[in-house]
């Protein structure tokens, strides 16, 4: 089946600390894989994005690569800022389909000054 | 610029009431999508529709739950008779692309509790 999983929450981070946030996936074909992002109170918003094996999303001083040998689209920022703060969903769409969204759990990130 | 609105943003109801939560999905987009989150779970898919009509549906969304576009503004999700396992948070989500392509752009959520 399709699934993503990623590290448990909540993780919380002092300013200009280095960010990493964990994502697997189980997917047949070839998947896209996604970064999305939720600030309090608003909706899901897309971060980045990758759609074939080595491929690097970056958005915002975030990045991503996908990694087809590892089953692996860990996010990563060098200097998070207290804006940061938010919940961050790892996610996949399977080639073959009209755009349906696997999601993980999503990881509370909190930044604080 | 333009955003996917949701209403309302907390609906409290009964066990076995009917509820119907509303979307406005973005004007020119042609795919429509509902998700839920239930607190502490994962953002699963319920149902994508298209051409007035259901594309794909998971096994969540079982007769209980239908969808409409009444209006062609308007994108909706009605529970028939609610219970207490569909307290979560829905997401509404719409994508102007191309098949497999394409921004989902999601809503901000509406918040069920079904007491």
Redesign the interface.
């Given at each position: 089946g399709n699934s993503v999983t990623q590290m448990e929450g909540p993780v919380t981070l002092s300013e200009e600390a280095f960010l990493t946030i964990n994502c697997t996936y189980t997917a047949t074909g070839y998947p896209s894989l996604f970064w999305y992002v939720q600030y309090p109170g608003e909706g899901l918003q897309l971060l980045l994005k990758a759609t074939k094996a080595d491929d690097k999303g970056s958005n915002k001083g975030f990045e991503a690569t996908y990694r087809k040998e590892t089953t692996s689209f860990h996010l990563e920022k060098g200097s998070v800022q207290v804006s940061d703060s938010a919940v961050y969903f790892c996610a996949l769409i399977r080639g073959s389909t009209l755009g349906r969204l696997y999601f993980g759990r999503g990881t509370q990130l909190t930044v604080w000054p | 610029e333009p955003?996917?609105t949701?209403t309302p943003s907390h609906q409290v109801t009964q066990m076995g009431q009917e509820v119907i939560l509303r979307c406005v999905p973005i004007s020119n987009h042609l795919?429509f999508?509902w998700?839920r989150?239930i607190l502490?779970?994962?953002?699963?898919?319920l149902v994508?529709f298209?051409n007035n009509e259901i594309?794909?549906k998971s096994e969540i969304f079982d007769d209980q739950f239908s969808v409409e576009r009444p209006d062609g503004s308007n994108f909706t999700l009605k529970i028939r008779s609610t219970k207490l396992e569909d307290s979560a948070m829905y997401?509404c989500?719409s994508?102007g692309g191309l098949?497999?392509?394409?921004?989902?752009?999601?809503?901000?959520?509406t918040r069920l509790t079904v007491l």
């Open positions: - | 955003e996917v949701q795919y999508y998700y989150q502490g779970q994962k953002v699963e898919f994508s298209y594309s794909e997401f989500a994508r098949a497999g392509e394409g921004e989902q752009f999601f809503g901000p959520g």
